[in-house]
């Protein structure tokens, strides 16, 4: 199997602040799932813990700060094939900043949202996030 088509480890953090998540919008300069609503996120760099992934993902794409990290959810998604992606979903508080455009605009129209009424279109993986914190549960297998 070549390298291209091995699975790909990406990272979504579900920031919580006065009970709703952050959520902005994927951007035409994103890799892949453009102008779908998401969480803050990306690739997991080789020799970097999860948690330290997370806080740079955040910071870099949104401009915040996040404390108390916690796992979510593990999400085995098919959404983009030929890509495949094992998702890590982190939930995080947030800590300090205001949400604005980084990383090249690569995610706009940040806002805070209620789990229960998400903007869409929804990023897939996202929604399973969201899905797996209001059941309570850390594993979907979207591929089934």
Same mark, same amino acid.
Request: net charge negative; aromatic share 8%; charged share 25%.
């Given at each position: 199997m070549t390298d291209e088509l091995r699975p790909k480890v990406g990272l979504g953090v579900m920031v919580v602040k006065d009970g709703r998540i952050l959520i902005g919008r994927r951007n035409k300069n994103? /890799?892949?799932?453009?102008?779908?609503? /998401?969480?803050?996120g990306g690739h997991l760099e080789h020799g970097e813990s999860i948690m330290a992934c997370a806080r740079r993902e955040t910071l870099e794409e949104a401009g915040i700060e996040i404390e108390n990290l916690r796992f979510g959810v593990l999400v085995n998604t098919l959404d983009f094939m030929p890509k495949h992606y094992v998702g890590i979903g982190v939930i995080a508080d947030w800590k300090s900043g205001e949400p604005r455009p980084e990383d090249g605009d690569k995610m706009v129209d940040w806002g805070w949202y209620s789990p229960d009424a998400l903007p869409e279109p929804m990023y897939g993986p996202g929604r399973l996030q969201v899905e797996a914190y209001r059941k309570g549960i850390n594993f979907i297998d979207a591929s089934l």
């Amino acid at each position: 199997m070549t390298d291209e088509l091995r699975p790909k480890v990406g990272l979504g953090v579900m920031v919580v602040k006065d009970g709703r998540i952050l959520i902005g919008r994927r951007n035409k300069n994103a /890799s892949h799932g453009e102008q779908l609503w /998401s969480f803050p996120g990306g690739h997991l760099e080789h020799g970097e813990s999860i948690m330290a992934c997370a806080r740079r993902e955040t910071l870099e794409e949104a401009g915040i700060e996040i404390e108390n990290l916690r796992f979510g959810v593990l999400v085995n998604t098919l959404d983009f094939m030929p890509k495949h992606y094992v998702g890590i979903g982190v939930i995080a508080d947030w800590k300090s900043g205001e949400p604005r455009p980084e990383d090249g605009d690569k995610m706009v129209d940040w806002g805070w949202y209620s789990p229960d009424a998400l903007p869409e279109p929804m990023y897939g993986p996202g929604r399973l996030q969201v899905e797996a914190y209001r059941k309570g549960i850390n594993f979907i297998d979207a591929s089934l």
